[in-house]
């Protein structure tokens, strides 16, 4: 039997993703929702692997991130943890989970200890830096999410692309900032004009992400159900399309009931077998039994 002699992959660390704001690596993130998701990323190099709250909606059928709660983001995150050993897990932390620093403290502490995560993410800037710095001050290793926010969205009535006017591109400036200040290790951006995230993150001594933020930022999410394919609810702008997963398993489906339907699956090939001596001494057996 061949020897498979591919390397075991080695996890990236909080100082490499840390430093990648001076070394230039672009590093690339996706949000997996699922231990078969996390097998692909880890097997496709990604160097951080997320469990974000949109899993709510991806894995349950949610409208939103809303719904999402503690158990079952551990319980998704001990699933990634399994399929991506050796992947950076971050695990996002769900709507309220964090709106007191003790309430924070708690959940930080699941993430680590019961789902096995590397980091965790809250969302917010200058308004949450407290809970920032003190998810930090406890030694959790803790980045954050600025621009569009899921867990606020209904405060900006939608959305919405956030940063357009120099105004509010400044009151991003500053969450970023803030949360810096705070002693975050990266921060991301959703649905910011790209030249506002470029100008931003070069005011940054830590590294920053994006997902509809252009490519200006130290490197790039998207979500790996949107861009295989595999969630078709809708499509953001900023997701581009890497494969076709929901029509090649709908095409699938639909030639395995056209085959149960006309009795050609299963097939000799997708059937085990008996001996026919055997079968004999079987049949003869259950023809005497008729007859008792």
Not at 61 to 85: F, K
Not at 249 to 261: D, R
Request: charged share 20%; glycine share 10%.
């Amino acid at each position: 039997m061949a020897q498979d002699n591919t390397p075991e992959k080695k996890k990236r660390t909080i100082t490499e993703i840390r430093g990648s704001k001076e070394t230039g690596e672009k590093m690339v993130y996706m949000s997996v929702p699922d231990y078969t998701s996390a097998q692909w990323a880890e097997k496709g190099g990604v160097d951080v692997a997320v469990v974000g709250d949109s899993l709510a909606m991806i894995a349950h059928g949610h409208p939103n991130t809303i719904p999402a709660t503690m158990d079952m983001m551990v319980m998704h995150s001990q699933a990634v943890r399994r399929g991506a050993p050796n992947t950076f897990v971050l695990g996002c932390m769900p709507y309220q989970s964090y709106n007191t620093v003790d309430r924070a403290l708690i959940n930080a502490t699941r993430f680590m200890q019961d789902a096995g995560s590397d980091a965790i993410k809250p969302q917010g800037g200058k308004s949450q830096a407290h809970i920032l710095k003190a998810l930090v001050d406890a030694g959790f290793p803790t980045a954050s999410h600025i621009g569009l926010t899921p867990h606020t969205v209904a405060k900006f009535g939608g959305f919405k692309i956030q940063g357009r006017t120099a105004e509010a591109a400044m009151k991003i400036l500053e969450d970023a900032l803030a949360i810096q200040d705070a002693g975050c290790f990266m921060l991301e951006f959703e649905a910011v004009p790209g030249k506002i995230a470029e100008l931003i993150s070069q005011q940054l001594e830590i590294p920053t992400i994006g997902i509809g933020a252009g490519v200006g930022t130290d490197g790039q999410i998207l979500l790996c159900y949107d861009l295989l394919g595999v969630f078709t609810d809708f499509k953001p702008k900023f997701t581009k399309r890497y494969g076709k997963l929901t029509e090649v398993a709908v095409n699938g489906i639909q030639q395995y009931v056209s085959e149960v339907k006309s009795n050609t699956f299963p097939d000799d090939d997708h059937t085990y077998g008996v001996d026919e001596p055997e079968f004999e001494r079987f049949a003869t057996m259950v023809e005497n039994r008729k007859q008792i």
